[in-house]
């Protein structure tokens, strides 16, 4: 049973604002991950972290932002959201190399009106 | 790179009938291959996985044989039930990589 946690799980929200998503897991895994998901359903990776102070962009240009200061969490950051924004995103972590399963959280489902 | 081709949906199904979803692949090296499964409102979870050739991953009645020689996953399931209807998507992974390739996803609804 994977132990990572998403929240809030939904959240509508007005333009301009600034909101964090929250993303942590119990398994003790270096390796975190945030993906953005389209309503075509296509994951597309965004942030990704090999361990504590690392961050890296992803595939997928974002203006979001994380960071990773503890191993358990890796939270996402939007400082001014945007109708664009609207998205489902979730978190995933891996406990070593690409070739591992990857562990993801249930998703927050974001709307900007 | 490494890429990851699935077939698109969606597609529809009676109940107990036969699916296959092809997933070919494109990779330097060896890498491991993964179907993972999104059920609706929830993230994705690890359905199989294979780590070399010839290998075949099962589970909850699903099955994918990693063949090298056709760079394919192919994922099956003989019959199929109702509360099987969700996303689908094939992986893959790389040693020398921390990430994973996705496939574009394939919705499967399973009518009774």
């Known amino acids: 049973e994977a132990d990572i946690y998403q929240t809030p799980r939904y959240l509508v929200i007005g333009t301009g604002k600034k909101i964090t998503l929250e993303c942590s897991q119990t398994?003790?895994?270096?390796?975190m991950y945030w993906y953005q998901q389209d309503p075509g359903m296509e994951l597309h990776l965004i942030h990704y972290?090999?361990?504590?102070?690392?961050?890296e962009k992803g595939d997928l240009s974002s203006e979001s932002t994380v960071s990773r200061i503890r191993t358990e969490h890796f939270p996402l950051t939007l400082e001014s959201a945007r109708p664009s924004h609207t998205s489902q995103y979730l978190c995933?972590?891996?406990?070593?190399?690409?070739?591992?399963?990857?562990?993801f959280g249930p998703g927050t489902r974001l709307l900007v009106l | 790179g490494d890429s990851v081709t699935q077939m698109e949906g969606p597609v529809t199904l009676s109940e107990e009938a036969f699916l296959t979803i092809n997933c070919t692949y494109t990779?330097?090296?060896?890498?491991?291959l993964f179907w993972y499964v999104q059920y609706p409102g929830e993230g994705l979870q690890l359905l199989l996985k294979?780590?070399?050739?010839?290998d075949k991953g099962s589970n909850k009645g699903f099955e994918a044989t990693y063949r090298k020689e056709t760079t394919s996953f192919h994922l099956e399931k003989g019959s199929v039930q109702v509360s099987d209807s969700a996303v689908y998507f094939c992986?893959?992974?790389?040693?020398?990589?921390?990430?994973?390739?996705f496939g574009a996803g394939t919705t499967v609804t399973v009518r009774a």
């Open positions: 995933a972590s891996s406990e070593y190399s690409g070739q591992e399963t990857q562990y």
């Open positions: 398994m003790g895994h270096d390796k």
């Open positions: 972290s090999y361990g504590v102070n690392s961050t």
């Open positions: 992986a893959l992974g790389s040693f020398n990589d921390y990430k994973l390739s």
């Open positions: 990779a330097t090296g060896y890498p491991s």
């Open positions: 294979a780590t070399k050739a010839d």
